[in-house]
């Protein structure tokens, strides 16, 4: 199976700099990798030959929702894949709310890459299992998955985003075991379970795993000769 390597760019690029970014995207080998690509709300239409995913999506389908963007308007300009509960978007988003992003996701043949992790605060406290299965059990209460369903669980640990280092191998492989579990025990079973965090070129090599589906990137995928290094190692 191809591995996964999610961009997410946040807020990174302007316009331009993403048009920069996308010809120098278009000219790398990415042979062998299931490569998608999550701009900027603003960047979207850059990114259309591929696959496309948004960073976050409304879960009503259209009314007086000032500022939102939802699920069913990006599934009719091609967006595949959403990130939802990413961890800079919980301050404002329940896990009530991130359940009905995900069910809206779905209904509109949206991929939704659901984000869990716990905080620095609740690493600290040893409360980072009984977060994680919170944020499962209630960001996927209610979802029955149909035979073409699927989606994608990314574990992201607040405390190891945007920094220097990403975890050891084996921090990530605990935890996946440990979410593996709980979606059993939620009657999930077609998913695809990734890892996010101060993923770069020089750490990327240290957490390949046959047991990891994927890679969720922020910073390093915004720049494509990283971002080609990442691939190489990867693939
Ligand atoms: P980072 O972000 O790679 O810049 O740490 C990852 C993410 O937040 O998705």
Redesign the pocket.
């Known amino acids: 199976m191809k591995k996964m390597i999610i961009c997410?760019h946040k807020m990174y690029l302007t316009y331009d700099e993403a048009r920069a970014f996308k010809e120098r995207l278009d000219d790398i080998d990415k042979s062998n990798i299931d490569l998608i690509v999550c701009p900027s709300f603003t960047n979207l239409g850059l990114f259309n030959k591929y696959k496309l995913g948004s960073q976050d999506a409304f879960y009503e389908d259209k009314g007086a929702f000032t500022g939102e963007v939802s699920a069913y308007f990006l599934s009719l300009i091609g967006v595949k894949y959403s990130i939802l509960g990413?961890?800079?978007r919980r301050a404002c988003d329940s896990n009530e709310i991130i359940n009905k992003k995900v069910k809206s996701a779905l209904r509109n043949s949206i991929i939704p890459i659901l984000c869990i992790g716990e905080s620095k605060m609740e690493k600290d406290l040893m409360k980072s299992s009984e977060v994680i299965k919170k944020q499962l059990k209630e960001g996927l209460k209610g979802v029955t998955l149909n035979k073409d369903d699927e989606i994608i669980i990314a574990y992201?640990p607040g405390w190891a985003?945007?920094?220097e280092s990403s975890l050891t191998k084996d921090e990530i492989l605990d935890a996946l075991s440990y979410i593996r579990k709980i979606l059993s025990s939620c009657n999930i079973n077609n998913y695809k379970l990734i890892y996010?965090?101060?993923?770069n070129k020089d750490n990327i090599g240290k957490i390949l795993s046959d047991e990891i589906d994927g890679y969720?990137?922020?910073?390093?995928s915004t720049n494509a000769n990283q971002l080609e290094k990442i691939i190489k190692s990867v693939k």
Do not use: D, P
């Open positions: 997410n990413h961890f800079e992201e985003i945007g920094n996010g965090g101060s993923i969720l990137i922020g910073q390093a």
